[in-house]
């Protein structure tokens, strides 16, 4: 069976420190999907990662691909308020080539 | 710009009571998707055209049907909505590579929020 698990599914963080969320895959992809999701909201495209080694960075989100482990990180760095969302990773797979979601990491940054 | 459009944003329906919910694309893209997300949860794949090619999940519940009379339309149909459908209902599209088959990065629509009273 084809599985997305992302760890933490909840976090609580407080403003200005770092932390890095976990997106485990167990089928193998060539790319992978991080996607932010804030309250009453669709998906919001973060990074696209496309090979392995792969590594791209938007303000705070650093986001990072390794094929051979079948694992993509997203790191925080300095985290602000602003960041409160609900973070997915996603990976294509089964026959079809559908995206395959994790179950969401809820990111809750604190003063 | 080049989007993904949904309408309505907010459908409130009473139980039993048909409903539709549409998505347009100016992407030209031939692939679109219907996905289903209730509160804390991920999205889930209801079905996609491929075309015209219609390509149900295998747990989608017959109460949900779609068309695509168009590559810019495609409308997700409700037959019976109960209480256990209100969700989030979002809309995606993606290009193919012809020559791998392969589907592209997917762009969401702002879904449409439905409540069944």
């Known amino acids: 069976e084809l599985k997305v698990e992302q760890n933490p599914l909840f976090l609580s963080m407080q403003e200005g420190k770092n932390y890095t969320i976990y997106c485990n895959y167990s089928t193998t992809s060539d790319r992978l999907y991080w996607y932010r999701q804030d309250p009453g909201k669709s998906l919001e495209s973060l990074f696209v990662l496309l090979s392995n080694g792969a590594v791209k960075q938007e303000g705070r989100l650093m986001a990072s691909l390794d094929t051979k482990a079948r694992l993509s990180t997203l790191h925080i760095t300095a985290a602000v308020h602003d960041l409160s969302a609900t973070y997915f990773c996603a990976v294509h797979g089964g026959s079809q080539g559908n995206l395959i979601f994790g179950k969401g990491t809820k990111l809750s940054v604190k003063p | 710009d080049a989007m993904v459009i949904q309408n309505p944003r907010y459908q409130v329906t009473q139980f039993g009571k048909p409903v539709t919910l549409s998505c347009s694309q100016t992407l030209n893209h031939n692939v679109m998707y219907w996905y289903q997300q209730k509160s804390s949860q991920a999205p889930k794949l209801l079905f996609h055209?491929?075309?015209?090619?219609?390509?149900n999940e295998a747990d989608t519940p017959d109460n949900f049907q779609s068309r695509r009379p168009n590559t810019s339309f495609c409308f997700l149909d409700i037959r019976s909505p109960g209480l256990g459908d209100a969700a989030m209902y979002l809309c995606a599209t993606s290009s193919v590579l012809r020559a791998s088959g392969r589907k592209e990065t997917q762009y969401f629509g702002p879904g449409t929020r439905l409540l069944v009273l």
């Open positions: 055209y491929y075309d015209k090619d219609f390509n």
